[in-house]
């Protein structure tokens, strides 16, 4: 499923792409916003924006009622639930249903607390979400995400559960393990769940999915 970020693109550039997916037969899109620009290249090269992911999706909705009629976009956009203000974080998300989106993908998932606010927000609003799972591989793995990676936050209680010595495959069965774990977890408070594959490893993937439907 394409994502179309609003960053460094201007509406011509973004209606033109839209027009071009469409007529490749692409119907389901992701809208994010996108980052900033990293802060050590603020003074050579400036962020473009144009729209929001919220005015992205209302401007897609609008197309869907003049110029896709017959065959309209599917819209989704983000949902980031690790971020300090979670009502704030909703509060966008319900915007953006609002304005025209159908369902949410979150930001990968490791708090518990993350989970009770998928469950209220699944009670409160008429929304589908998936939940983002992504597997760990190593200690230098966990921690790289959880201080490096915007938007992904990482409970000290999986980051304990890898040691620096560990064996690749012994690292592997760990974050399999935890993966798992989410995602029972996770699964009875939304429409689903979307894995990431870290650096394609796909049998660890595979073996997710074995465990989790077990």
Do not use: W
């Amino acid at each position: 499923m394409p994502h179309i970020c609003c960053r460094d693109k201007n509406i011509i550039a973004l209606k033109s792409s839209l027009l071009a997916a469409h007529a490749e037969g692409i119907r389901n899109l992701l809208i994010v916003t996108g980052d900033p620009i990293p802060s050590p290249e603020r003074n050579d090269i400036k962020s473009v924006f144009n729209l929001n992911s919220i005015k992205l999706i209302e401007m897609i909705a609008e197309m869907n009622q003049e110029v896709f009629v017959s065959e309209p976009y599917f819209l989704g956009g983000a949902l980031n639930l690790n971020a300090l203000n979670k009502d704030v974080e909703i509060r966008r998300m319900n915007r953006k249903a609002e304005k025209g989106a159908s369902f949410f993908l979150t930001q990968p998932i490791f708090y518990h607390d993350v989970i009770e606010h998928l469950k209220k927000v699944k009670e409160q609003y008429n929304v589908k979400i998936l939940a983002g799972i992504i597997p760990l591989v190593s200690y230098r793995n966990a921690m790289f995400l959880n201080n490096e990676v915007p938007g992904i936050d990482i409970s000290q209680e999986y980051i304990k559960r890898f040691s620096p010595d560990m064996s690749r495959q012994q690292a592997e069965d760990v974050g399999i393990d935890i993966a798992v774990e989410l995602i029972n977890k996770i699964k009875g408070h939304v429409d689903g769940v979307y894995l990431v594959t870290p650096f394609n490893r796909t049998g660890m993937i595979a073996k997710i999915i074995k465990k989790s439907l077990a």
